[in-house]
């Protein structure tokens, strides 16, 4: 790319979208640690001093990844939680479903998730939508609650335990530990021993 159409580039903004978009295809095609600032410029057509305009640092543009995937994520979860709706099927039990099958198909986008998100000091840049994240998990537990499907009981505590329990299912299975190819009916069988503690159960 000349110097010309990087300077327009930067001017109308679509740099900073053009890197990042550059960066989750070397995510996926080859996982984080592959995703340098040097390789994303050249994907990217821009030099190779370009995207420091934007980001610092390499460990920026993984937060830009991270924020970047994450809205992919929710994106995917608002799908699985608008398919469960209509039937009556628990929306908790959907969107954990879901989670599992997004760290399967997309493990390296988990891993890149996992190593920004679930530590003891969550990025800055990235707390706003965690915490968006977090406040919808509780809302679909409240939606569960009040619609008879789950029993009553503090939706905080019952959202993280349901985190809890995805998140280590999806990291055994990505890990190998447990057999991909049998991810989806491991996933429906632990969310539904779970949902068999949580579940309301109306006096007969």
């Given at each position: 790319m000349?110097?010309?159409?990087?300077?327009?580039?930067?001017h109308h903004?679509?740099?900073?979208?053009?890197l990042?978009?550059?960066?989750?295809?070397?995510?996926?095609?080859?996982?984080q640690?592959?995703?340098?600032v040097?390789e994303?410029?050249?994907?990217?057509?821009?030099?190779a001093?370009?995207?420091?305009?934007?980001f610092?640092?390499r460990q920026?543009?993984?937060?830009?990844?991270?924020?970047?995937?994450l809205?992919?994520?929710?994106?995917?979860?608002?799908?699985?939680?608008a398919?469960?709706?209509?039937d009556?099927?628990?929306?908790?039990r959907?969107?954990?479903?879901?989670?599992?099958?997004?760290?399967?198909?997309h493990?390296?986008?988990?891993?890149?998730v996992?190593?920004?998100?679930?530590?003891?000091?969550?990025?800055p840049?990235?707390r706003?939508?965690?915490?968006?994240?977090?406040?919808a998990?509780?809302?679909v537990?409240?939606v569960d609650?009040?619609a008879?499907?789950?029993?009553p009981?503090?939706?905080a505590?019952?959202?993280?335990?349901?985190q809890?329990?995805?998140?280590g299912?999806?990291q055994?299975?990505?890990?190998?530990?447990?057999p991909a190819?049998?991810?989806?009916?491991?996933?429906a069988q632990v969310?539904?021993?779970?949902?068999?503690?949580i579940?309301?159960?109306p006096?007969?």
């Amino acid at each position: 790319m000349s110097e010309t159409r990087e300077r327009a580039a930067y001017h109308h903004g679509a740099l900073p979208e053009a890197l990042v978009a550059a960066a989750f295809e070397v995510l996926d095609e080859q996982g984080q640690e592959k995703v340098s600032v040097r390789e994303v410029a050249r994907r990217a057509g821009v030099s190779a001093g370009a995207p420091f305009r934007h980001f610092a640092d390499r460990q920026a543009l993984l937060t830009a990844l991270a924020d970047r995937v994450l809205a992919d994520f929710v994106g995917w979860q608002e799908a699985q939680a608008a398919a469960a709706g209509p039937d009556g099927g628990s929306v908790m039990r959907a969107i954990g479903l879901g989670f599992v099958r997004y760290a399967v198909r997309h493990p390296r986008r988990f891993e890149l998730v996992r190593s920004r998100v679930f530590t003891a000091v969550r990025d800055p840049e990235l707390r706003a939508q965690l915490d968006g994240i977090d406040r919808a998990l509780t809302e679909v537990v409240v939606v569960d609650q009040e619609a008879g499907r789950l029993r009553p009981g503090d939706p905080a505590l019952v959202a993280l335990a349901g985190q809890a329990l995805v998140y280590g299912l999806a990291q055994m299975i990505v890990d190998g530990y447990l057999p991909a190819d049998k991810a989806e009916e491991l996933a429906a069988q632990v969310l539904d021993t779970f949902g068999q503690g949580i579940a309301n159960r109306p006096a007969q």
